[in-house]
């Protein structure tokens, strides 16, 4: 069956960086675009941003554009969230979620503090 | 930015009631490739979403057919036709048809 398994997540101090992984199984990873979503604490969902099959095409939320990467390694059927330049109100679950949100990583939570 | 509004952002519901949530988009959400992507998802506590339906009124596979999407334009529907205790979370519509993709506030479905 279809999983992504999520892992990197942390406390970190603001401004560094972290990245995020996602690994993938169970479906044809390199057909299908992949989304990350966060959800600050007690919060509502929030779009961070997709990438395509190919990992050529990436698109961002306004709150993370120019600071976030997203990436993907195809022939490891894994997602990345690269993230710089952190603040507090980066802190967050992060999910990963495949195509049309059909299936969802388990969540990372990512704390920005000092 | 299409800005997502949900009501209620709360329902306590009797479990064997139906329960409705209504969701509108700032703007329409048809595309110009004659989709319309409203998505509408449900958060158990302490869970990551779960896609229940896609493409407005599109049941994902293993959902319950008790849940049902309506709506076109701007105007949205999800109703539960007869709620179960396992229906308790969160439920959130979301727009795929304009980048950034958006969300509502989401809905909190309680059992009275």
């Known amino acids: 069956q279809v999983q992504l398994v999520q892992s990197g997540g942390g406390v970190v101090q603001p401004g560094r960086s972290l990245r995020l992984s996602c690994a993938a199984s169970?479906?044809?990873?390199?057909?299908?675009?992949m989304h990350w979503v966060r959800q600050a604490p007690g919060k509502g969902l929030e779009w961070v941003g997709v990438?395509?099959?190919?990992?050529?095409?990436?698109i961002y939320g306004d709150s993370v554009q120019g600071r976030f990467t997203i990436s993907r390694e195809n022939s490891r059927n894994t997602l990345y969230l690269q993230m710089n330049g952190l603040r507090t109100e980066d802190t967050a679950m992060y999910y990963c979620a495949a195509a049309i949100f059909d299936d969802w990583g388990q969540g990372t939570l990512v704390v920005v503090s000092s | 930015e299409i800005v997502m509004t949900q009501t209620p952002l709360s329902s306590p519901v009797t479990v064997g009631q139906p329960a409705s949530i209504s969701c509108w988009s700032s703007?329409?959400?048809?595309?110009?490739?004659?989709?319309?992507?409203l998505t509408w998802l449900q958060q158990r506590p302490g869970q990551p979403p779960r896609l229940l339906i896609y493409k407005v009124s599109n049941r994902f596979s293993g959902v319950p057919d008790r849940f049902s999407g309506s709506g076109a334009g701007t105007d949205f529907t999800l109703k539960i036709s007869r709620v179960e205790a396992e229906d308790v979370g969160v439920y959130y519509c979301m727009q795929g048809t304009q980048f950034p993709y958006t969300f509502g506030q989401g809905t909190k479905l309680e059992i009275k």
């Open positions: 703007q329409s959400l048809l595309h110009s490739d004659g989709n319309t992507y």
């Open positions: 169970g479906f044809p990873f390199s057909n299908y675009v």
């Open positions: 990438i395509s099959p190919d990992g050529r095409n990436t």
